[in-house]
């Protein structure tokens, strides 16, 4: 090698024009389309998950005795996966033609709504699931007579004084309600925790995203 | 990001940034999103900046992070890569002489902190500064460069006329 490194390199970037610097003002609508795809792919993958799970589940619930938790698992579950099928129709629909923060808008739009939704459902899921629990193990079979008279005849052996409505003893279906004024209450909230461990890292990404972009566009 | 930060703070430090993103890819696409990348992590990390060294350095020490952040995200665990493997640039992404071509060739087959050594000691940066963007003792800098260029050497005999 005649040459030194030092003249080549020299040398070549005099004979080259390729210190040209890239356009940046492309890089928000890059990243922009790489949020919401990464979210979009999650979102179909947790959705899948669902289906699957409460397929499962269904035949699981068969075979161990408890198939009325497992039916009202699988229809609570599909409901919840057809709503949120429907709503990521309407995120497909999202121009990606826009600049980068009407796209960052539209979605956040689109989360607010898909939130929204899904807070109502979650009022009335958690509260069914928790009630298909409970049925399911009352009515499982208990050497011959269902779980749950059994364990009323267990409690009234020991309590003979319980007060029982319709065979439940009170403090049962009172603790029972509350449980589930609880969930219905709160089921915005769990579902609030349950998409953030879900999505937590997308949404904080999206929302420095449009912090900047803001901050862009402020004159 | 403004275009008066790009402008005046990230623009005229472009030739390195360039140069330095180019020893860490091998395609005009992956090249355009680790400049935009870093060019993005200038702009947010603006508020770090202490004034406790030039703002170059600040600039090429972000740089560095940022290619070796990509690269190790694109290698997955390989992150310190031995091996002298010679990656060909794609066609699209080739200089206008192919001398400049062979020797980014060369360097892109270093392991990663080599490349940043080498891109800036060609660049003419001292040993001191080479040290303060890479976070070395210089004194160790000078002899690095030695072995580099005669790898270098090795690799380019009989490409380069």
């Not at chain 2, 699209?92 to 060369?106: R, T, V």
Request: aromatic content about 14%.
């Amino acid at each position: 090698m005649e040459k030194s490194i030092e003249s080549i390199w020299k040398e070549g970037f005099l004979k080259s024009d390729a210190l040209v610097a890239p356009k940046v003002n492309n890089l928000y609508t890059q990243k922009s389309i790489h949020v919401i795809d990464k979210f979009k792919r999650m979102f179909r993958i947790n959705l899948i998950a669902i289906v699957v799970f409460s397929f499962v589940f269904l035949i699981i619930s068969y075979f161990i005795g408890i198939p009325i938790t497992g039916a009202l698992f699988f229809v609570m579950l599909s409901a919840l996966v057809i709503i949120n099928k429907r709503l990521l129709e309407g995120l497909e629909k999202i121009d990606k033609g826009v600049s980068s923060y009407e796209y960052l808008k539209a979605f956040n739009e689109w989360i607010k709504q898909q939130v929204s939704v899904n807070e109502r459902f979650a009022a009335f899921l958690y509260p069914i699931i928790f009630l298909s629990m409970i049925i399911g193990f009352w009515f499982k079979d208990a050497e011959g007579i269902p779980l749950g008279e059994r364990l009323v005849g267990e409690v009234l052996s020991g309590f003979p004084d319980t007060y029982l409505i319709q065979g439940i003893p009170l403090i049962a279906i009172v603790v029972i309600i509350f449980i589930v004024a609880l969930l219905a209450i709160f089921g915005g909230r769990i579902y609030q925790w349950d998409l953030n461990i879900v999505y937590g890292r997308v949404f904080k990404k999206l929302e420095e995203l449009m912090a900047d972009l803001e901050e862009l566009s402020t004159p | 990001m403004s275009n008066d930060f790009y402008k005046t703070s990230i623009l005229p430090f472009s030739g390195i940034i360039i140069k330095l993103c180019r020893a860490y890819t091998n395609s005009q696409e992956d090249f355009e999103d680790y400049f935009q990348e870093v060019c993005l992590q200038i702009w947010r990390s603006k508020e770090n900046f202490r004034e406790e060294s030039e703002w170059s350095t600040w600039v090429y020490r972000i740089s560095l992070n940022v290619c070796l952040t990509l690269l190790k995200k694109k290698n997955g665990q390989n992150f310190v890569s031995d091996s002298l493997r010679f990656e060909e640039t794609v066609d699209n992404y080739a200089f206008a002489d192919e001398s400049l071509n062979l020797l980014y060739d060369a360097i892109r087959s270093l392991s990663e902190i080599d490349r940043a050594i080498i891109t800036l000691y060609l660049e003419e940066k001292s040993y001191q500064e080479i040290a303060d963007i890479i976070g070395t003792n210089p004194n160790n800098i000078g002899v690095r460069i030695k072995r580099i260029k005669i790898k270098l050497k090795d690799l380019l005999d009989g490409k380069i006329n």
